[in-house]
T-cell receptor, first 116, second 114 residues
Framework: DSGVTQTPKHLITATGQRVTLRCSPR?????VYWYQQSLDQGLQFLIQ???????AKGNILERFSAQQFPDLHSELNLSSLELGDSALYFC???????????????FGPGTRLTVL | GENVEQHPSTLSVQEGDSAVIKCTYS??????FPWYKQELGKGPQLIID?????GEKKDQRIAVTLNKTAKHFSLHITETQPEDSAVYFC?????????????FGQGTILTVHP
C-alpha cells in the first residue's frame, strides 16, 4: 500500500459527460501528479501540483483541469468526455519519507474510466 | 522533450533465470531513473531507482545500472520467481523546469514460468 488513495475505483459514463476523480496524497506529501495510462499511449504525465499551485503541465487536454486543495487532496476534472478518454488515471505523490524530503513518486491504485 | 525507449516489450523466462530490461533516454539533462512494477489492477509500484551520480545500485535480487555516456539504463532481476511476473516500466526525469515530470517507457511484460 503506497499510502496514496484514489476514488472512485471504477467510473462508467457517457460521451459528453463530466466526471471528477479524487486523490489523497500520502500524509505529509506536498506534490501531487496526475498520469493517464492507455494501451496506445502508455503512461503519460498530465499535470503536477505543489502545495496548491500548478507546477508543471504535460499533454493535458483543455477539456481536462485539476486543482489541489488546502488539505492537499487533488481533483482531476474531465469534461466533454470522448470515447478516447477511456483509460486508467493515476495519481502519485511525493514530498517526504521518514521526515526527509524525497522526490520519489508513489502511485495510487488508479481510477478506471470507461466512456460509452 | 525527453523520450524513453524500452526493450523488450515482452520477456519470458524460466523460474530461477535472470531477466534484463533495457531503456534508453534522449535528454542528457535527465538525472533520475526509477523503475516501477505494475501488477494487474494495481498502480505502479517503485522497485528501485538510480540517480545520475551513481553507476549501479542493488537491492537483493534487483539491480539497476546506468551508463550516462550512452544514455541507457537497465534493470536486472536475478533468481526470478513466478511472483516477479508483471509489467515493468522504466522512467526518466529531467532536472530544471519540468520539475517532477516522469517520462515512461512503453513497458515490458515479464512472465516467469514455474
Amino acid at each position: 500500500d503506497s499510502g496514496v488513495t484514489q476514488t472512485p475505483k471504477h467510473l462508467i459514463t457517457a460521451t459528453g459527460q463530466r466526471v471528477t476523480l479524487r486523490c489523497s496524497p500520502r500524509s505529509g506529501d506536498l506534490s501531487v501528479y496526475w498520469y493517464q495510462q492507455s494501451l496506445d499511449q502508455g503512461l503519460q504525465f498530465l499535470i503536477q501540483y505543489y502545495n496548491g499551485e500548478e507546477r508543471a503541465k504535460g499533454n493535458i487536454l483543455e477539456r481536462f483541469s485539476a486543482q489541489q486543495f488546502p488539505d492537499l487532496h487533488s481533483e482531476l476534472n474531465l469534461s466533454s468526455l470522448e470515447l478516447g478518454d477511456s483509460a486508467l488515471y493515476f495519481c502519485a505523490s511525493s514530498g517526504r519519507t521518514s521526515g526527509r524530503y524525497t522526490d520519489t513518486q508513489y502511485f495510487g491504485p488508479g481510477t478506471r474510466l470507461t466512456v460509452l | 522533450g525527453e523520450n524513453v525507449e524500452q526493450h523488450p516489450s515482452t520477456l519470458s523466462v524460466q523460474e530461477g533465470d535472470s531477466a534484463v530490461i533495457k531503456c534508453t533516454y534522449s535528454d542528457s539533462a535527465s538525472n533520475y531513473f526509477p523503475w516501477y512494477k505494475q501488477e494487474l489492477g494495481k498502480g505502479p509500484q517503485l522497485i528501485i531507482d538510480i540517480r545520475s551520480n551513481v553507476g549501479e545500485k542493488k537491492d537483493q535480487r534487483i539491480a539497476v545500472t546506468l551508463n550516462k555516456t550512452a544514455k541507457h539504463f537497465s534493470l536486472h532481476i536475478t533468481e526470478t520467481q513466478p511472483e516477479d511476473s508483471a509489467v515493468y516500466f522504466c522512467a526518466a526525469r529531467t532536472s530544471g523546469t519540468s520539475y517532477g515530470k516522469l517520462t515512461f517507457g512503453q513497458g515490458t511484460i515479464l512472465t516467469v514460468h514455474p
